[in-house]
């Protein structure tokens, strides 16, 4: 019994439905997946609000609405290997995992990849693979990948995702400064590179050799 579903309807609902989340593959998954079994027992009644929660470590896990918008902005078809840099807490690896063939996930931070890593075992998500380490470099053995996600904020778009990036392939990361940043989604498209921004978002740093110093 799933104490949390109404919970995770509504939240379906009334902060994705009823902005433009449009994408019903997508809408479905965010209303199975358990959102507050990757948060701190502390933290579970608070789950499915309309905001983003601490996950330890200074760091965050995405508000529901913002895992939405970047998850639909990779047009994802169920076919693609998919590269993730920021696990955190794993709720956005969980719903990338269930809308493609393949995840990659690499974390900077070892206790969240634990605790990531032991969810993922729980709810029985076998297609992730995922690696402790500085992800602004990528995770080149395994590329190249059809699609890219940054879940932390950078200074600019890391080369190596770029390379890293399949043709045709789309990358979504936060741009700007560690207060405000830009979410840009970058194309590639028959060897050329477009990039656009989409919303205007507060995230944590993306640390890393092409990212923030530490
Ligand atoms: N997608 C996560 C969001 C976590 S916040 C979730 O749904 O919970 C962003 C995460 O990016 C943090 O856990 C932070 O430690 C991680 N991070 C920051 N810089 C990184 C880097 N260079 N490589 C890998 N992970 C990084």
Not at 22 to 31: I, R
Not at 43 to 68: C, E, F, K, N, W
Not at 175 to 196: A, F, R, S
Not at 206 to 213: I, R
Request: hydrophobic residues 35%.
């Amino acid at each position: 019994m799933d104490q949390y579903r109404t919970g995770r309807e509504r939240m379906v609902l009334e902060q994705l439905r009823s902005r433009d989340i449009v994408d019903e593959g997508l809408l479905a998954v965010m209303a199975e997946v358990p959102r507050h079994c990757f948060v701190d027992d502390a933290m579970r009644g608070r789950a499915y609000g309309d905001h983003p929660l601490p996950i330890g470590a200074g760091q965050t896990i995405s508000q529901p609405y913002i895992v939405a918008f970047m998850t639909q902005a990779l047009h994802l078809t169920g076919q693609e290997k998919v590269l993730e840099i920021g696990t955190g807490s794993g709720y956005q690896t969980a719903v990338l995992c269930r809308l493609c063939s393949q995840v990659y996930t690499v974390e900077r931070i070892n206790s969240l990849l634990a605790g990531a890593r032991k969810v993922f075992d729980q709810l029985r998500y076998y297609n992730i693979r995922s690696k402790l380490d500085d992800g602004t470099v990528g995770w080149p053995e395994n590329g190249p990948y059809d699609a890219i996600m940054v879940t932390a904020g950078g200074p600019e778009i890391p080369e190596p995702l770029i390379e890293q990036l399949a043709d045709p392939g789309r990358l979504i990361i936060p741009v700007g400064t560690q207060h405000v940043q830009e979410l840009q989604l970058l194309e590639k498209k028959e060897g050329q590179v477009e990039v656009t921004n989409l919303a205007s978002v507060r995230f944590v740093d993306l640390v890393g050799e092409h990212g923030w110093g530490k």
